[in-house]
Nanobody, 126 residues
Framework: QVQLVDSGGDSVQAGGSLRLACAAS????????VGWYRRAPGKEREGVAGLHFNGTTNYADSVKGRFAIAQGNVDYIWYLQMNNLKPDDTATYFC????????????????????WGQGTEVTVSS
């Protein structure tokens, strides 16, 4: 089974930027999409962004225009560029791969379809 490693989380001020990285330990050819979901204290999990391996993307409305997901220059590495961060973006972010479509980003945290990494913490202060 592929293992995912999350990195890049940090503490920043509102308006700042971060780039999260996700590295897979093996081929992801059996999966359909890679993405991130987040979990904030006291809130429901939220799918944030998905990149299908055919190149199409999907974003939560809360991050559209601010976040961008992309394949790295090296196989099995992906990035989530997060700009204009807001305090509401504070959460633990988990990279995930899924055999389902990322048309519904909730699949990223459904264990029936997806696997995810250990998470990385993002804190945005006002």
């Amino acid at each position: 089974q592929v293992q995912l490693v999350d990195s890049g989380g940090d503490s920043v001020q509102a308006g700042g930027s971060l780039r999260l990285a996700c590295a897979a330990s093996a081929s992801t050819s059996k999966y359909n999409c890679v993405g991130w979901y987040r979990r904030a204290p006291g809130k429901e999990r939220e799918g944030v962004a998905g990149l299908h391996f055919n190149g199409t993307t999907n974003y939560a409305d809360s991050v559209k225009g601010r976040f961008a997901i992309a394949q790295g220059n090296v196989d099995y590495i992906w990035y989530l560029q997060m700009n204009n961060l807001k305090p509401d973006d504070t959460a633990t972010y988990f990279c995930a791969v899924t055999v389902a479509s990322c048309g519904d980003l909730a699949v990223l945290y459904n264990p029936k379809y997806s696997r995810w990494g250990q998470g990385t913490e993002v804190t945005v202060s006002s």
